[in-house]
């Protein structure tokens, strides 16, 4: 809506027709008011609650650093929880949630449940990168009271990625373990890093990065027990692992790409 | 006024030099608007954006010298596609402008297809030839389609790709829904190849169903399936009382009862309480059939159905002769023929009855059906199409009970009933539609389903696929899905692979299952008395894996028949069985299999050959594959695993022959027990 603005119009209507201004500038205020409407009309929602508390701190309980692909629903619901001074869950108190232009929150104003807890389903944007959703609530002073979360949505490549780490890496790069796929990790005498831990991978160039892939730990110095990948997988499932290793790396990596905030 | 009129004319066109001044004048700034609406146009207020962005950039001379001013188009006669996107998204195939957030400067993600092959509006719809965001982002009078939402786009994919792709997972759930949730029972999906999607649900036929279970049963589950099972795919018809009444009384007459003396309690079960719960366990009912545990989790396989409540369903006599053979019932079973004896199956009905739910039923009271109630009950299961999906006596099987939905990713927004508050958009109408179906008006038959969002936008995602552009593409763009296989085993031993229920579980020639191993070439693999030892008694080969391979205690005869068969018929083209030895390698080739096994290919991250140091359990347990596989299965292994089992988590390390042949020394010589006997 923004790039679309009338604010473009009306910089651009007096250069060219002079003479013609004032009627210009009737038709831009008339265009202005229109758009004005629209957009209200949008953002109209159902309506906010009214908080029956206030607490004093904000806090996560669950729901941050998860991964999805670009526009879909993250797997778990972000749940918020609202405290008093003394560090006591609030009931009743008002949250909303916010971020950047194409994530949607289902609500995104809530009140908190009996155990103080806000619980909020995400649908992160179309651009794949990090998406930073902030929670808040407002104290007894209407003071604004905010928590910060990020989210990763992957993009095409990345997808591919997390599939063939599903396939291939993930059983031991991966320490947690699920009912349906037990992790080999505390199996192994040296341990392999999981791919979240951006400190490590930051520091190792893409280049690097696809010959350990497709050479093995040895083509870096590196262990044997990560066996070579270069005859199982096709040079672009390797760039398509690093872009995911990339996108899920914490701290983020250069390679990351920005992070999509409200404005 | 009138004089004022006059007076300005006279100012104006008073003598014929000042008229034919003020005509020009006129002339000039009509002529000039064409060019100050190019001059202002939205596309050159981006392309200024641009070049102000990457001017203080580093990369400013590079980005630059790719920047081309005015109007761009990719224009593909033969997809019908004139996009002019490229005029604002100026840095799309920039791959230095990652750090970039605004639209429109992001580069494009990277897909495997050229922006010059498809062009944008292929993937993203969306007006291509138009030059101002509105009207190419947004539906307009003259432009139905707007640009597809992030969450739906792989349904583009789909418009060429007809099978499940690695990059689009939305998708490829969507089609599988599709089928699984029997959708195309009712709504004939014709895919642009001229085949017609096919359901894999599997309904039950209800001709005996009166043999099975109770009316009761019936009503409750007819209003609520999922109040029985969570997983049932039945969905909800939201039948009133009378209508479900009717419709359990129809059902109860209209069945008849099966053939023989098939239902009779012949035996007792055993006396041990665990003994049902260890039967359970040991014939791996939970890779198939899930049951809902304390803590309220499903634990189990989703290809059979839920057995949380099962004792409130099925009557006791009926089950004993399921689980004495499944077949007799329903020919076409994915369920195993086990061979239990009598004691057995008396004592794991006896466990399964006990799963039940007092309050399933405990609000349901039918007074005996009247004619009157059948007949209209006849005509509810009629009216309602149930006859699609189930096979019911009496009732044909309607044709085009619904809507097809073969084109339905192209319906004309002008065609469709949105509901209040909705936007006005197919995505949103499909997804409305799947969500909430009878909420778009009243006497509406589509029953209400039970998803998820994300099921609900990858059931969308799937649907948008089918368009007319996926109609009418060039048929040389379309990559057709693998084809599907009916293969058939021969012969008495193909008879038993069908009462086992084989291709539930295992691949063999591109038909069946996916749960356990392919079986397609697993008689160049095994060693014949290691196929006879499992088929009696199935081992673990995976200690990481749940499901496992059921033991079904097959008499020595049938053990015989498929192992033969197996061994003769299921060979690879790439191993000969026979050119190597299963014995006899030198201790030298040994030790240095070995120490290529620990050093150079650390294999022990991932199989256990020394069950007291080697930790590592994704591969199958390697301390008995010296009477286990073929060396030469071995040795192609370690050449070329994925030529013998594609999609293998084993990586392709590219052996030399010497490697190979050593590590096949190697693992050859570890025969399990028997050699510990022969140390001692």
């Known amino acids: 809506m923004n790039r679309y603005s009338p604010r473009n119009v009306r910089t651009a209507a007096p250069g060219c027709l002079a003479e013609r201004s004032r009627s210009l500038v009737f038709c831009v205020v008339i265009l202005a008011m229109s758009f004005a409407s629209s957009c209200s009309r949008k953002t109209e929602s159902s309506p906010v609650p009214k908080p029956t508390a206030f607490g004093a701190a904000i806090v996560e309980s669950g729901g941050g650093k998860q991964v999805t692909q670009t526009g879909a629903l993250l797997p778990q619901p972000v749940v918020v929880q609202v405290n008093d001074e003394q560090g006591n869950a609030v009931t009743g108190a008002l949250v909303e949630f916010s971020g950047a232009p194409g994530v949607s929150f289902d609500p995104a104003v809530g009140l908190t449940d009996s155990s103080g807890q806000a619980t909020i389903n995400v649908a992160l944007g179309g651009m794949s990168g990090r998406y930073q959703i902030t929670a808040s609530t407002w104290d007894k002073s209407h003071k604004k009271v905010e928590l910060k979360l990020e989210e990763i949505a992957l993009g095409y490549q990345q997808t591919l990625g997390s599939r063939l780490n599903a396939q291939y890496c993930e059983r031991c790069h991966n320490p947690e373990s699920t009912v349906e796929r037990v992790s080999n990790y505390d199996n192994l005498e040296i341990k392999p890093h999981p791919f979240s831990e951006g400190d490590t991978y930051n520091a190792i160039s893409d280049a690097d990065l696809a010959a350990a892939i497709a050479h093995g730990g040895p083509a870096l110095g590196k262990s044997a027990l990560m066996p070579a990948w270069g005859n199982t997988l096709s040079k672009s499932d390797i760039q398509a692992l690093i872009a995911y290793i990339r996108a899920v790396s914490d701290p983020p990596s250069r390679y990351a790409g920005p992070m999509y905030s409200k404005n | ?680």
């Not at chain 2, 014929?16 to 207020?45: D, M, Q, T, Y």
């Open chain 2, 1 to 680: 006024m009138r004089e004022k009129l006059a007076a300005l004319w006279e100012k104006l066109f008073g003598d014929s030099l000042r008229a034919f001044g003020v005509v020009s004048l006129i002339f000039l700034v009509s002529l000039a608007i064409a060019p100050a609406k190019n001059f202002f146009s939205e596309w050159r207020h981006y392309q200024h954006g641009y070049l102000r962005m990457i001017r203080n950039r580093s990369d400013a001379n590079t980005l630059q010298r790719h920047f081309q001013a005015g109007i761009q188009q990719i224009w593909l006669p033969e997809l019908g596609v004139v996009d002019r996107c490229t005029s604002c998204h100026v840095g799309m195939k920039e791959t230095s402008l990652t750090d970039v957030a605004t639209q429109p400067f992001r580069k494009h993600p990277v897909i495997p297809h050229q922006l010059e092959q498809f062009g944008c509006t292929v993937c993203h719809r969306g007006q291509g030839a138009a030059t101002t965001v509105a009207e190419a982002h947004s539906s307009t009078l003259a432009w139905e389609q707007p640009i597809l939402p992030a969450k739906y786009i792989e349904s583009s994919c789909g418009q060429c790709h007809r099978g499940p792709l690695p990059g689009t997972p939305v998708l490829n759930q969507g089609r599988n829904l599709l089928s699984r949730y029997g959708c195309v029972h009712c709504h004939t999906v014709k895919l642009p190849d001229g085949s017609a999607m096919q359901a894999t649900d599997d309904p039950p036929s209800l001709e005996h169903i009166a043999d099975k279970t109770s009316r009761e049963w019936i009503y409750a589950w007819l209003k609520d399936p999922q109040a029985y099972a969570s997983t049932a795919t039945m969905p909800n018809f939201k039948l009133s009382d009378d209508d479900a009444r009717d419709v359990s009384a129809f059902l109860m007459a209209n069945s008849a009862p099966m053939q023989g003396d098939a239902l009779s309690v012949s035996a007792k079960a055993a006396l041990d309480p665990t003994a049902g719960a260890s039967l359970y366990g040991e014939s791996f009912c939970a890779s198939c059939h899930a049951v809902q545990n304390a803590a309220g989790n499903l634990v189990g396989g989703n290809v059979g159905p839920e057995l949380t409540r099962v004792g409130s369903k099925v009557k006791p006599e009926w089950l004993q002769a399921w689980l004495r053979n499944p077949r007799s019932y329903d020919p076409g079973t994915a369920m195993p023929h086990y061979r239990f004896s009598d004691v057995q199956v008396a004592t794991l009905a006896g466990f399964l009855e006990a799963k039940s739910d007092s309050d399933l039923l405990a609000n349901v009271h039918l007074e005996p059906a009247t004619p009157e109630q059948i007949a209209r009950g006849k005509r509810l299961v009629s009216d309602y199409g149930c006859a699609s999906c189930h096979e019911i006596a009496g009732i044909k099987k309607p044709e085009n009970f619904a809507p097809e939905l073969s084109r339905i990713g192209s319906k004309p927004i002008t065609q469709l009933i949105f509901l209040s508050g909705m936007p006005h958009t197919l995505p949103d109408y499909i997804a409305g539609k799947i969500r909430n179906p009878r909420a778009f008006a009243a006497g509406l038959k589509m029953p209400q389903f039970t998803f998820t969002t994300g099921q609900v936008d990858a059931l969308t995602t799937a649907l948008l696929a089918l368009n007319d552009r996926a109609n009418t593409l060039p048929p040389a763009l379309s990559v057709a899905t693998a084809p599907s296989s009916n293969y058939q085993p021969a012969g008495k031993a193909g008879k038993l692979m069908t009462d086992l229920a084989c291709f539930s579980c295992h691949r063999i020639n591109g038909r069946g299952g996916d749960m356990a191993p392919d079986l397609t070439w697993e008689g160049s693999s095994v060693q014949r008395d290691w196929l006879l030892a499992f088929f009696k008694n199935p081992g673990t080969l995976r200690p990481a894996l749940i499901r496992r391979m059921p033991r079904f205690n097959l008499s020595d005869p049938e053990v015989t028949e498929l192992t033969d068969y197996i061994l003769t018929v299921y060979q690879s083209p790439a191993v000969d069985r026979d050119s190597l030895p299963l014995s006899g390698y030198s201790s030298g080739q040994i030790e240095l299999g070995k120490q290529l096994f620990y050093g150079k290919y650390s294999c022990q991250g991932c199989h256990i050959v020394d069950a007291k140091n080697d930790k590592g359990y994704i591969g199958p347990t390697l301390t008995q594959v010296g009477s286990r596989l073929t060396a030469a299965w071995i040795y192609q292994w370690m050449k070329n695993p994925q030529l013998l089992r594609p999609g293998s988590a084993e990586p392709n390390r590219a052996m030399s022959d010497e490697d190979a042949l050593a590590l096949t020394a190697f693992l050859m010589s570890q025969k399990g027990g028997a050699k510990e006997v022969a140390k001692k």
